[in-house]
């Protein structure tokens, strides 16, 4: 028996009105780097708030204008990661 695939041609390459993730937003005016430059900028703001116990105004700060896009990888793991570390401090109530 031969093998045969049901299809041998991608039909959804042919689709004119195909959905693509990039025409679900606006890219990042900032772009890549702007974003990455204001990730880092957050990140002695957002200790300092975290270090004085203040977890709502570090969230806040990670929360504002988050990075978003498929170019701004690097500033979204960056602004995640501090998501990661006040999650803990939140859960405790301090």
Do not use: H, W
Not at 44 to 59: E, H, P, Y
């Amino acid at each position: 028996m031969t093998d045969t695939a049901f299809r041998k041609i991608d039909v959804d390459k042919l689709e004119e009105d195909i959905l693509l993730s990039t025409d679900l937003y606006d890219p990042d005016p900032r772009g890549p780097d702007g974003a990455l430059a204001d990730a880092k900028a957050k990140t002695g703001q957002v200790r300092t708030a975290l270090s004085k116990g203040d977890t709502q105004g570090a969230l806040s700060l990670i929360l504002t204008d988050p990075p978003y896009g498929s170019e701004a990888e690097e500033a979204k793991a960056r602004n995640d990661d501090f998501l990661g570390l006040s999650r803990p401090r939140i859960d405790q109530g301090s």
